[in-house]
């Protein structure tokens, strides 16, 4: 599974789930010289305004990457920098009811994606879920992607590995979609133990 696809899909949910919404893909900061590229920004308002940074992860972007320190890196450094270069802002609300932004490190639902997530569950399980982006509450999400076939109707799901439930329980194992991508890719995977257990 190919990065624009699930891009696309991305895209497709978001457009088809809210009515006001603007997305852009490779949407470049650069806060003098901590530069990178956000694969999604996505704003929404629910009525108020809520912001997406996405970075999708398929087989061929960890491929390209020396391990999960470096796919951690690039996440934190988005999460860090995008909001303090120049060209993007974000409004605090006194009134807002839940974060005002989400930044999300989303896996493809195939066997080497599990396989790397499975490896480094206690690095990827350890990104805390909720804290503050330039002030504004944010929630942290790492995840798989999960019916990127109702993308279209706004039924893209996210199945989170750094929250209470791990990579690899049966808790997660119930909360797989039966018959989906990411429960053939889980049945595929081979899943070693990670370093420490």
Do not use: W
């Not at 699930?6 to 650069?30: G, K, N, Q």
């Not at 499975?118 to 002030?135: D, F, I, K, N, P």
């Amino acid at each position: 599974m190919r990065e624009d696809e699930l891009a696309t899909a991305v895209v497709a949910h978001f457009e088809a789930a809210f009515d006001d919404v603007e997305v852009r893909l490779e949407e470049p900061y650069d806060h003098y010289g901590n530069r990178g590229v956000v694969d999604a920004y996505v704003r929404v308002r629910t009525p108020a305004r809520v912001e997406y940074l996405i970075e999708l992860k398929s087989d061929a972007a960890l491929g390209h990457v020396t391990g999960a320190n470096e796919v951690l890196r690039q996440y934190r450094r988005m999460e860090r920098y995008f909001y303090k270069d120049d060209e993007h802002g974000i409004r605090k609300s006194v009134g807002r009811d839940g974060p005002g932004v989400y930044v999300m490190l989303l896996f493809a639902p195939t066997s080497r994606c599990v396989e790397h997530v499975h490896e480094h569950r206690r690095l990827y399980g350890s990104v805390e879920e909720s804290g503050t982006v330039a002030g504004v509450p944010a929630t942290r999400k790492v995840a798989f992607l999960t019916n990127l076939d109702a993308a279209a109707e706004g039924g893209l799901g996210f199945l989170a590995v750094n929250g209470d439930v791990a990579i690899g329980s049966d808790a997660f194992a119930r909360m797989v979609p039966s018959g989906s991508r990411l429960a053939g890719a889980l049945a595929d995977a081979q899943l070693a133990e990670s370093v420490g257990d």
